[in-house]
């Protein structure tokens, strides 16, 4: 999804380096912050989130902060059901996802890892 | 803890996004397909103490997850097949695997009431996360209201590409009610298919949270107030660190 959304703005995306973490392959307004946001929030780090959270709502405005939390909360859904029931994650994003990319973001090693 | 959601917040609350949570909380409280109101707001406060567990953590941090013993910090309502779903999904979702998941069943819990309580865990964790990332306390859990599960199973159930049986679009009856935006829905759809009642409230949620299904593949718009890469960002970055490919 990522990849197709930069793909029509016409950027690139290292996929492998957000995977880890980094958004330094990544140009788009406020990324380290909203990779940061995110790593805060799953950490459920009060401080750490507050203090991005002052950064986002100063990037993105307070109704683009109020969506990055939205956002954020709803992949903490998903990634359960998914992995709840077994779903095949080769239909992930619709078919887009094809194995190239898969290796290319690292996803491959996490079933690698899971399936041994 | 309020009894509203967004009670406190300084920023601009979507009203969809709010009546989401307000209905969302309300399903939550009501009698599902399988489980009593009683039940259902049992597993919610278990959702939220999981988060606490001290075996979850030893269980997240050791290489194989199979390998832990012990017993969960459990809030004693829940009967235990149920209380390792809960936990196991809440802390570890990213090594789940289908023999866990018969081992779960064995114990006594039904594929229905599998997936009901895996549509909770998904409902709380999407409310619990959008409260704490705005930096608001939790909601208040609703009294759970009186009736019996209608315990409803769909007849086009079956299992054949996921762990447990789905109902695929073409399968799809008019009693199951309104399920899938398109024909085309992909499998993270589909995933709670087997108690469509879930399905509906589970998506009705997350879609005032990320995007209806329409426009979910028009990457040349966002209809929210971020751009389309930076709600992929967060998506992706999101997926990652629970070694997820959605």
């Keep these: 999804m990522l990849r197709e959304s930069m793909k029509i703005e016409g950027q690139g995306v290292d996929l492998a380096g957000l995977t880890r973490g980094s958004s330094a392959g990544v140009d788009v307004p406020q990324a380290a912050e909203l990779v940061e946001f995110v790593e805060a929030v799953v950490a459920r780090d009060a401080q750490r989130t507050a203090r991005v959270r002052a950064r986002l709502r100063s990037g993105l405005g307070e109704a683009g902060l109020v969506d990055a939390a939205a956002i954020t909360a709803a992949f903490h859904g998903f990634v359960r059901i998914a992995d709840a029931t077994g779903i095949p994650y080769t239909t992930a994003a619709g078919g887009r996802d094809v194995p190239e990319l898969r290796e290319e973001a690292g996803i491959n090693e996490f079933y690698r890892v899971r399936d041994a | ?246």
């Design chain 2, 1 to 246: 803890m309020s009894a509203v959601s967004f009670a406190g917040a300084d920023l601009p609350i979507r009203d969809d996004l709010l009546e989401a949570h307000e209905r969302a909380w309300a399903a939550i409280a009501r009698p599902g397909t399988w489980l009593t109101g009683k039940q259902r707001g049992a597993a919610a406060a278990e959702i939220r103490h999981a988060a606490g567990c001290a075996l979850c953590a030893r269980i997240k941090a050791a290489l194989s997850p199979n390998a832990v013993p012990g017993t969960h910090d459990s809030m004693g309502e829940l009967p235990p097949a149920e209380v390792e779903l809960v936990h196991r999904v809440v802390n570890d979702p990213g090594r789940l695997s289908e023999s866990w998941l018969q081992s779960v069943l064995a114990r006594g819990l039904s594929d229905g009431e599998y997936v009901e309580i895996v549509g909770l865990i998904a409902m709380v964790m999407v409310l619990d996360t959008c409260h704490r990332a705005l930096g608001l306390a939790e909601r208040a859990l609703p009294a759970p209201v009186a009736g019996e599960p209608s315990r409803y199973r769909p007849a086009g159930a079956k299992k054949i590409a996921a762990w447990l049986p789905l109902v695929e679009p073409e399968d799809a009856t008019e009693a199951d009610g309104p399920m899938y935006p398109s024909p085309k829905a992909g499998y993270i759809y589909r995933g709670l298919s087997l108690v469509p009642q879930s399905l509906r409230d589970y998506w009705a949620l997350a879609n005032e949270h990320y995007l209806p299904g329409q426009y979910v593949y028009q990457f040349d718009k966002s209809i929210r107030a971020i751009s389309r890469p930076q709600t992929e960002i967060l998506a992706a970055r999101v997926s990652s660190m629970h070694q997820c490919v959605y």
